[in-house]
């Protein structure tokens, strides 16, 4: 064996105390209990948890650096505990929809990541589609688009039309379409209005872009992704009600799920926004006194899994009179694992096995990269994250994202990350990342399928 990790190793069925996990040739060679088997070197984590490598299902890396900008998101996520990233295509310029954008992305990702990366696709207004076979045969592992014009060049909004031919040309294929779901003539009238009167402040984010706004629009595309036959993601929402919406298609044999951004279950304008202001500026709005009715969408499991939506943002960004003038988005990737632990176990939830499964296992099996990834079993890539329950009090300045600003800054985890090993090396020892850029891989989209899995049809 090259290393033997020793600790409280988080498989799906159970969690082994006084396990461990043999790592060989970069994958995971063998599982137990009590004695260890010969190694060249053994790490002894003590009682911290031993989870598969946590994948973070939605990252903006190339929003504000362009390809580059995996380099910072990266690095940031070895140090949080993920070792895989999905990165959505809104990549500043102009975003993934070709050929020859993916291939430069590709490359980007041999250069500059610290971890394993997959890709979302999309489409231009007006493209031809015979771009959406040419990058699904390029291994993307979903597609992505929105409703809303967040810009014309880089995030533009695509109509109804083209929406149902992406979900036609889709529906033959595993590949989810992912929205962002916010209704454009709603948002933009209700923004008018609230600049009218002056409003300004963070209290005023989340009338301008109200919950109809958000529902209308993610029924509307369940109906059309129903009417195709694809594969409806809704990347994601701020309300029970999106959730249920979602689970009544599903219920109704169609192809939809909802993904949860970890920062919903955090913050509440009401109680944070005075203190945060633009600094959780998110879209769709983070709304007031959601939290505990979303947990318990996530405890009724009509949540596939969830993420970051990690957006590398500089602060000046968020320096605006407006808040309508202010950037949406969020940096997060490093504290995704640390966040969404500290709240399961609030709750009372079995934190780690819940967090081995929303974080890990699930994002897996949803962008077909299981049981390669996802999980801790034998063949597996040796991607492991060491979890310590410790308190941690956050700050942003020792992030590795190069950001310096964080809405979760002071605010106390209940686990903090002891080291993450990426393809069976050491690449963070809780202080320092220790691998390189260009360590990480491009990761096509595999065979597991998340509705033949889920159903066992
Ligand atoms: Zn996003």
């Known amino acids: 064996m090259d290393v033997v990790i020793r600790g409280r190793v988080v498989t799906p069925e159970a969690i082994i105390e006084d396990g461990w996990v043999a790592v060989k040739g970069g994958k995971i060679h063998a599982i137990g209990q009590g004695e260890v088997p010969d190694a060249a070197s053994v790490h002894d984590t003590g009682n911290a948890f031993v989870l598969p490598g946590i994948i973070d299902g939605q990252t903006h890396a190339g929003s504000y650096l362009g390809l580059p900008g995996i380099e910072p998101t990266t690095r940031s996520a070895i140090a949080g505990g993920v070792t895989t990233i999905v990165d959505m295509p809104y990549d500043n310029p102009a975003p993934l929809s070709s050929a020859e954008h993916l291939e430069a992305k590709i490359a980007a990702v041999g250069q500059y990541a610290h971890c394993d990366v997959a890709l979302y696709g999309t489409v231009m207004p007006g493209q031809p589609l015979d771009a959406v076979k040419v990058l699904a045969d390029g291994g993307v592992v979903a597609f992505k688009i929105s409703a809303f014009e967040s ?162 943002w500089p602060i000046d960004n968020k320096f605006t009179d407006s808040i309508f003038d202010a950037g949406a988005g969020v940096p997060g990737m490093e504290t995704l694992l640390p966040a969404f632990y500290t709240v399961a176990a609030e709750r009372g939830a079995d934190a780690a096995l819940m967090t081995a499964e929303y974080l890990a296992e699930r994002p897996a099996r949803f962008f077909g990269l299981y049981p390669r990834k996802g999980v801790l079993m034998p063949g597996a890539d040796a991607d492991i994250t060491i979890l310590a329950e410790e308190e941690d009090i956050w700050d942003s300045s020792r992030a590795e994202d190069g950001l310096r600003w964080s809405p979760y800054d002071v605010r ?37 399928t998340w509705f033949q899995e889920e159903t066992g049809a």
């Open 412 to 448: 106390r985890f209940t686990a903090r990350v002891k080291a993450t090993y990426h393809a069976g090396r050491l690449a963070y020892d809780g202080r320092t990342v220790l691998n390189t850029p260009g360590s990480g891989r491009y990761l096509r989209r595999g065979e597991s």
């Open 151 to 312: 810009s014309p060049t880089r995030f533009p909004r695509i109509d109804a039309g083209l929406t149902l031919d992406l979900l036609e040309a889709l529906s033959v294929t595993d590949l989810p379409l992912g929205l962002h779901n916010e209704d454009q003539e709603i948002v933009r009238a209700r923004i008018a209005r609230a600049r009218a009167a002056g409003e300004n402040g963070i209290a005023a984010h989340s009338p301008s872009r109200p919950a109809a706004a958000e529902l209308a629009s993610t029924a509307h595309f369940l109906e059309l992704a129903a009417s195709a036959g694809a594969h409806a993601h809704i990347v994601h929402i701020s309300t029970p009600r999106g959730f249920q919406l979602v689970d009544t298609y599903a219920r109704d044999g169609f192809r939809a799920t909802g993904e949860l951004c970890v920062h919903y279950l955090w913050f509440d304008p009401e109680k944070h926004g005075a203190e945060l202001g633009a600094r959780m500026k998110v879209n769709p709005p983070i709304r007031p006194g959601q939290i505990d009715a979303l947990w318990q969408e996530l405890a009724e499991g009509r949540i596939a899994f969830v993420s970051s939506d990690h957006s590398s």
